[in-house]
């Protein structure tokens, strides 16, 4: 079964612009969250999705956005960069199958996308 | 105050020796405690987690919980160099809605 792949896999922008970030999940799964990694803050949940709708979010302002495709696949924006947006963006895909109490609904990450701003 | 704390590092132990990672949390309703392993380059990658308090052996992890004192533990035995990695603490209700992890330490076995 093929992992979760996101492209591009580096990114260079300049303050201001806006950019866009695609996950493909793995077949099957219909959750797809996004995450924030930076060495000062360590890895920070900004949204989840599911069945293209947007189950959870973070606390990102809203220049972060991101949307779900029927095929699941999810893609995340984010509008007038700022230098502290220099981050690497982490896709993650889940079945989002609860199960009962101690099971565990065991997210599989992608390599993820390094965003630089300058 | 953050909802999870992880001393960042680096933690650098010579091959063979026990690795005692450690975690902190403030919020009581966390129910699922997982660690992940975060190699160069690379996503998390989930290692083992426990529900609820306890602890849980998996060849050479050990995974432990103390929900009284909101701190988890994840010891390795007989570390080894492939081992080095970012090892992240996460943490999640009953019903998964977040995952809230930690920063990660950094763990460089010495051959």
């Known amino acids: 079964k093929a992992g979760v792949t996101q492209t591009p896999r580096y990114l260079i922008k300049t303050r201001g612009q806006q950019v866009t970030l695609s996950c493909s999940p793995i077949?099957?799964?219909?959750?797809v969250s996004w995450y924030q990694q930076t060495p000062g803050q360590g890895l920070q949940f900004l949204f989840e999705?599911?069945?293209?709708?947007?189950?959870n979010k973070g606390n990102f302002p809203g220049r972060f956005s991101g949307r779900q495709f029927s095929n699941s696949r999810s893609e995340m924006n984010v509008s007038t960069l700022e230098l502290g947006d220099s981050a690497l963006y982490l896709c993650?895909?889940?079945?989002?199958?609860?199960?009962?109490?101690?099971?565990?609904?065991?997210?599989?990450f992608g390599p993820g996308t390094r965003l630089t701003v300058t | 105050q953050k909802e999870v704390e992880q001393d960042p590092g680096p933690l650098s132990v010579p091959e063979g020796a026990i690795v005692s990672l450690n975690c902190t949390y403030s919020?009581?309703?966390?129910?699922?405690f997982m660690w992940y392993r975060q190699y160069s380059r690379k996503g998390p990658e989930l290692l083992m987690y426990?529900?609820?308090?306890g602890n849980k052996e998996d060849g050479r992890f050990t995974a432990q919980v103390d929900k009284s004192s909101k701190y988890i533990s994840l010891f390795i035995r007989d570390s080894q160099p492939s081992d080095s990695a970012t090892y992240l603490c996460?943490?999640?209700?009953?019903?998964?809605?977040?995952?809230?992890f930690g920063s990660g330490t950094k763990l460089n076995v010495k051959p």
């Open positions: 993650a895909s889940s079945s989002r199958d609860r199960g009962t109490s101690g099971s565990i609904d065991e997210q599989y």
């Open positions: 077949s099957g799964h219909r959750s």
């Open positions: 999705y599911f069945s293209e709708t947007q189950r």
């Open positions: 919020n009581s309703a966390f129910q699922y």
């Open positions: 426990t529900y609820s308090s």
């Open positions: 996460a943490m999640s209700g009953r019903n998964f809605n977040k995952f809230y």
